[in-house]
């Protein structure tokens, strides 16, 4: 039986893609070298076999395709560095134990005491933006204590900072191979796909290159596929591509030309996964159903919102229809990726297990971490796509030199890349083209007309102030639609209809603020100071305003959950220097004070049109005041 340290070096070594030497083993071991290769010699004679070889100058190494033959998995990938160590934590307070014991988590990621607390110390400072957070320590536990909606937070920052430029990144996926050239093969690829005029999108290029690059560790390592696998028949135009692809591989690293490998690839290329439309109508609606339980959980439990991710949802359907066919046929998904995801990114990985716990419920069996392993590749490219969604797409149309339109679009990205982004640069007008790319905006320097619901905007090709006006005032535009949704629903959970009132009696501000703070800390929204640091606040200077409202705030932050009350008077107060009809109690906590800018252009919106004012203050009820809010 093996003992816990050699589990441990099984679990480094499988984590790991490349070779640990034994003094960097013993190092995160707390033992000799000559201890490891001990242990390591240890370990081969328990499985009776060589599982883990060694390099003389590289060191020592895990045979994958021997644990997957054994059915030997790694108990517990091993955060390595201290950054891996505080995601692992929070993870874990997130997730797995509401409670963690200091003294069990140094013997599981074999590092001391005095590393934890620093560990800690980091977490504690990570956590500082997010007041309704707090880590408590009990003698040798630890827990994070606060909201749920705040963890959901806490964990979103963190897992978009995972993603960031690694999903969608083909530099970040070809580094996972040190002995071949993937970036080198993805040009023969492109090149190869352009013989043929075959278009792949942008979502399924990196997973399709990822793919290749399994096949080919595969292949060095003389593992094909077998005929009892499923392939694709050897005709149409993906399979010529896989197979002068696959030629090309052949003859750059002298390996087998077999053509199971080719229909396979062939397969991937033609959306094998996408069952035929009979096929997929005998489902009914399972798979739409599935889908709303999967985005309702990466919503509710993850704070993540997918559901206008439209290559998302139709890859995992894909997806979720291939591996249900794989199941049915027994044929395993190769996990060569699989440690380097658990591994780089537990935050994505944990998503996928979650996601797939949801799976299970639908097909009635069980996946492996192979499996997940896939999901986990859809979420996070997903999740990449989600955190640059903010920027406009936009196609520019220029009839000029690329000598000339260059300039332009230099001037235009200057100027405007933090809020759009020119995907493509076109010297002529084509529909199918235009299109292809998904535009929110086209932007063209000679007169255009065209039937399409895409917004356009003229420019001159040196892009003088005229110019930017127009462009700043479209993405103005652009703004108010995308976000009238969110706005409606941010203004309807703040603005609740238990906190609006209409009063003819009020006479004071103080007697309006007593009664508006006097109902929040009924309701449990606002903390012991919060009454107090409201008229605080007003004693510095009135909040009231010229136009006839005033907002009165806490000059502290002592919120359980943000909201805005309401107070229509039907006979003016004074208040400071004006007479106010309109007051707006804010209750916002630090964490959600991005919300205070969507409010405050809303309130400068309404007070900048007298009319849109009186129709809000004349309101009858909850109804219709929220009707002249959202309209």
């Not at 290329?269 to 439309?277: A, C, N, Q, S, V």
């Not at 066919?325 to 996928?352: C, D, H, S, W």
Request: proline fraction near 2%; charge should be negative.
């Amino acid at each position: 039986m093996l003992s816990k340290r050699q589990n441990h070096i099984i679990d480094l070594l499988s984590s790991e893609m490349k070779p640990i030497t034994g003094k960097i083993l013993g190092k995160a071991l707390g033992v000799s070298d000559r201890t490891i290769r001990s242990d390591v010699e240890g370990i081969n004679r328990e499985y009776g076999c060589e599982l883990i070889r060694a390099n003389r100058r590289s060191g020592y190494f895990v045979d994958h395709e021997l644990m997957k033959a054994r059915n030997i998995s790694s108990q517990e990938l091993i955060p390595q560095t201290a950054q891996e160590r505080c995601v692992y934590l929070i993870k874990e307070l997130l997730f797995r134990n509401r409670e963690i014991n200091l003294i069990d988590l140094q013997e599981r990621v074999f590092v001391s005491g005095y590393s934890i607390d620093n560990d800690l110390r980091k977490i504690r400072e990570r956590i500082r933006k997010y007041p309704g957070l707090k880590l408590v320590r009990s003698k040798n536990h630890i827990r994070l204590a606060g909201e749920e909606g705040d963890k959901r937070k806490l964990y979103k920052e963190l897992l978009l900072e995972e993603t960031k430029g690694n999903f969608v990144n083909l530099n970040a996926i070809a580094e996972i191979w040190k002995d071949f050239d993937l970036l080198k093969l993805e040009e023969d690829f492109s090149e190869i796909c352009g013989k043929y005029d075959y278009q792949i999108s942008e979502m399924e290029y990196p997973l399709i290159m990822l793919h290749t690059g399994v096949s080919i560790e595969r292949m060095l390592n003389h593992n094909y596929v077998s005929d009892k696998e499923e392939t694709e028949d050897g005709e149409g135009r993906e399979y010529k591509i896989a197979d002068e692809l696959f030629a090309r591989i052949a003859d750059i690293y002298k390996v087998k030309l077999v053509k199971d490998e080719v229909r396979r690839f062939a397969g991937l290329l033609k959306g094998k996964d996408r069952l035929p439309e009979d096929e997929a109508d005998r489902n009914g609606d399972g798979m739409d159903k599935l889908m709303e339980d999967i985005l309702e959980i990466l919503r509710n439990e993850f704070g993540i919102d997918l559901s206008s991710d439209e290559d998302f949802k139709n890859g995992i359907i894909a997806h979720i229809r291939l591996l249900v066919k794989r199941q049915q046929n027994q044929v395993t998904a190769n996990g060569i990726y699989l440690q380097e995801l658990k591994r780089k990114y537990p935050l994505v990985f944990e998503m996928a297990v979650r996601v797939a716990y949801c799976i299970e419920q639908y097909c009635g069996t069980r996946l492996n971490e192979n499996e997940i392993s896939f999901l986990a590749l859809h979420l996070g490219a997903a999740c990449e796509r989600m955190e640059g969604a903010e920027l406009y797409r936009v196609v520019a149309i220029i009839p000029n030199s690329y000598t000339m339109s260059k300039p332009c679009v230099d001037k235009l990205m200057l100027r405007f890349g933090n809020r759009m982004n020119v995907v493509r640069v076109c010297s002529f007008f084509e529909d199918r083209k235009i299109l292809q790319d998904k535009p929110d905006m086209i932007i063209t320097t000679v007169p255009l007309k065209h039937h399409m619901d895409i917004p356009t905007v003229q420019i001159s090709l040196f892009l003088n102030g005229e110019d930017e006006s127009k462009v700043f005032q479209m993405l103005n535009l652009l703004d108010k639609k995308r976000y009238h949704q969110d706005f409606v629903s941010l203004m309807k959970r703040l603005m609740r209809k238990d906190l609006f009132h209409i009063s003819s009696s009020m006479k004071s501000r103080e007697e309006i603020l007593d009664f508006l703070c006097d109902r929040l800390s009924e309701k449990g929204l606002s903390g012991e100071n919060f009454k107090e640091n409201v008229f605080r606040r007003e004693s510095l200077s009135s909040t009231s305003f010229v136009y006839g409202f005033a907002v009165p705030h806490a000059i502290e932050a002592s919120i359980r959950e943000s909201c805005i009350s309401i107070m229509i008077l039907r006979e003016p107060v004074k208040w400071g220097d004006f007479q106010v009809s309109l007051v707006v109690l804010l209750a916002i906590r630090e964490t959600d004070n991005s919300l205070l800018k969507v409010f405050f252009d809303w309130l400068c919106n309404i007070v900048s049109d007298n009319n849109k004012f009186q129709e809000l203050i004349q309101s009858e009820d909850y109804e219709e005041f929220m009707e002249q809010v959202i309209r």
